[in-house]
């Protein structure tokens, strides 16, 4: 049973370019939360996915938008980068009738110079 | 703001030593609050976790003391082992309602045991 997978593993962006990072929920899971964890920082909670729709969402700028496939996957995009949007983004699933139990993948590391 | 506070930034204890790493949260809508367990390169990892109608769990060598009165919370890793040296995080979640739940991590804990 595979967990949650990420792609890419790394990524470098110069400032203004826009990225787009992937996750796979573990097998079963219906909701995708996404979280930015910056260097010696905890994870900050970015938004939450259910059924294709933004359920929630954290203290973070317009830039930063996302989408659920059909298939419970889901994509984190962020435009315009800033030198300060280098960090680890992690990808959490979870159930959602129990999505206090949420599962993290590997993430991956942008760095924006 | 930060809803979770979390000590000591980093921690040293010798093998089989007590590792104890404490939170404390200012929301009291909090309703479940993990640990999770976070190796360099790797996602974190769910450890334990408790709800505040119990003061205390034990899973194995992990334990989780919980104080509602005080709204603080630790883990107690008893034994402690070389491969338990990592970066632990605590956590508190609130149902945002219809079973929507966001995590508040603390700043995180780096862990280090030596032999």
């Known amino acids: 049973d595979a967990g949650v997978t990420q792609s890419p593993t790394h990524l470098i962006k110069t400032r203004g370019q826009q990225v787009t990072l992937r996750c796979s929920p573990k097998?079963?899971?219906?909701?995708v939360s996404w979280y930015q964890q910056a260097l010696g920082q905890g994870p900050q909670f970015i938004f939450q996915y259910y059924e294709e729709e933004e359920r929630q969402r954290g203290n973070f700028p317009d830039r930063f938008s996302g989408h659920q496939f059909p298939n419970y996957s889901s994509e984190l995009n962020v435009n315009a980068l800033l030198l300060g949007d280098s960090a680890l983004y992690l990808c959490?699933?979870?159930?959602?009738?129990?999505?206090?139990?949420?599962?993290f993948g590997p993430g991956t590391r942008l760095t924006v110079l | 703001q930060q809803q979770v506070k979390q000590s000591p930034q980093s921690l040293i204890v010798q093998k089989g030593g007590i590792s104890i790493i404490n939170c404390a949260y200012e929301?009291?809508?909090?309703?479940?609050f993990p640990w999770y367990q976070q190796f360099p390169g790797k996602g974190p990892a769910l450890l334990i976790a408790?709800?505040?109608?119990?003061s205390e769990k034990k899973e194995g060598r992990f334990t989780i003391s919980f104080n509602k009165s005080a709204k603080q919370f630790s883990l107690h890793i008893m034994d402690s082992q070389p491969g338990d040296s990592a970066t632990y995080f605590c956590a508190a979640t609130l149902n945002s309602g219809a079973g929507s739940y966001q995590l508040t991590f603390g700043k995180g804990t780096k862990l280090s045991v030596i032999p």
């Open positions: 959490a699933s979870s159930f959602l009738d129990s999505t206090d139990t949420q599962y």
């Open positions: 929301n009291t809508a909090f309703d479940y």
């Open positions: 097998s079963g899971h219906d909701t």
């Open positions: 408790i709800r505040p109608d119990v």
